[in-house]
């Protein structure tokens, strides 16, 4: 018989907070005469003084540990003012599943999440210490700028071709010097193709013929009056992602040398490494393996199995969706390199396809990044392209391919050249 080490043991003072907008509702458990348990619910507003009131009130009863559901961006004001004070857990919304043909009110969810609990049955969701979530805000507020600017940019080409000027089939990139010069000339009411073809700068001067005949076409006031908006838009969403990132620089400066370890990986560069910092924290004791790390950031095939045969397809499941930009951009790019990650993505690749290449690339950054970011004296090592192949069981290889050869219905002879 195998011998589990579940700890049953009730806590004894527990409160649990079901959140909204406007208010929450707070269930606290107390322990009461002989075996029973006391239970008061109150319901307090979101504002600061009231949280500030349940505050005391929990300290006064001797409460130990706090529990909320991670609802939108309401839990964070009350988890930020508790944490301090208070063992506080964000457990997902996913772990407290109501039973069946319980009626369903905010008091009766807050109770429901506090006798949960108090048994112990939840387990807490990862929430960063301050200055990691100060980074995070920067690293993702920069990843949305980013998609806006791409967005204007995007709209961009789509007034362009609603004016019949095809430049975007000329320039592979219409917002580098030559284009912007171009269609600000198109502003000013700059009409003549031959005019605006000369204005293309560097490798762009080969196209002169192309770009003539790319701007033939009905550019108005009309779209002049809107390029002009689209373009001042697209600058100041660049001024603003260049303050973000100096803003970022300055708050990740105190983990510089982390940023440093990071970069050293195949694919990883500073944005990428500030990023991933952002998301999973500097304390790998919070993930006590790597294999723990990447289930958390999904990059680990799920296990569903009933009546003893596997179900699903393997997918990894919906994680950190700003953790898996990061790592699969690194996992592209590192399969470009001539290194060990690379070869080991062009492999999947070639056998599984590209998306299960990059995660499985994905989860192998994610240990080396446990390893290192876990591990204060651990170096990165590349172990080079060639370590599949010196480790391929020549016998074995040989095997497979005379038996091959001899299901296609040849008879095989081998001899060793000399």
Request: hydrophobic content about 40%.
């Amino acid at each position: 018989m195998d011998v589990e080490h579940d700890d049953q043991e009730i806590i004894q003072r527990v409160a649990a907070l079901d959140i909204g907008k406007a208010e929450l509702v707070c269930c606290v458990r107390l322990p009461g005469p002989g075996r029973r348990r006391l239970q008061e619910v109150r319901t307090f507003s979101t504002m600061t003084r009231s949280l500030l009131v349940m505050s005391d009130w929990l300290a006064g009863l001797g409460v130990t540990r706090v529990v909320m559901e991670a609802t939108g961006d309401y839990w964070k004001p009350p988890f930020y003012l508790l944490e301090g004070s208070f063992e506080t857990w964000l457990v997902n919304a996913k772990d407290v599943k109501h039973l069946p043909g319980r009626p369903k009110t905010d008091r009766l969810d807050a109770v429901w999440l506090c006798k949960v609990a108090e048994r112990q049955m939840l387990r807490p969701s990862f929430v960063p210490p301050e200055p990691i979530r100060m980074l995070r805000d920067l690293t993702r507020y920069r990843v949305d700028l980013i998609g806006a600017r791409t967005a204007e940019k995007q709209r961009v080409e789509k007034l362009l071709e609603d004016a019949q000027i095809k430049v975007s089939v000329v320039a592979s990139d219409i917002f580098g010097v030559s284009g912007r010069a171009m269609m600000t000339a198109l502003i000013a009411g700059e009409r003549d193709p031959e005019i605006l073809a000369e204005m293309a700068r560097g490798r762009m001067r080969t196209k002169t013929t192309q770009l003539r005949e790319a701007f033939i076409g009905r550019f108005t006031e009309h779209h002049a009056f809107l390029l002009t908006k689209m373009l001042a838009r697209i600058d100041q969403l660049g001024a603003d992602i260049a303050e973000v990132e100096e803003r970022t620089s300055a708050q990740i400066a105190p983990f510089a040398s982390a940023v440093a370890r990071l970069d050293e990986i195949p694919g990883i560069g500073v944005t990428a490494a500030q990023a991933i910092i952002a998301e999973i924290g500097l304390d790998m004791t919070r993930f006590p393996t790597p294999a723990h790390l990447s289930s958390w950031a999904k990059f680990a095939p799920g296990i569903k199995e009933s009546a003893g045969r596997k179900k699903g397809n393997g997918a990894a499941g919906h994680g950190n969706h700003y953790l898996a930009r990061a790592l699969g951009e690194a996992a592209v790019s590192a399969g470009r390199t001539d290194t060990f990650l690379g070869e080991r993505y062009r492999r999947i690749a070639r056998r599984r396809g590209k998306q299960r290449a990059m995660v499985a690339v994905g989860r192998s950054i994610l240990v080396i990044i446990w390893h290192l970011l876990g591990q204060q004296d651990a170096e990165f090592h590349d172990l080079g392209p060639d370590y599949y192949d010196s480790r391929v069981n020549l016998n074995r290889k040989l095997r497979n391919h005379v038996r091959e050869l001899q299901n296609l219905g040849y008879r095989v002879t081998l001899e060793p050249v000399a």
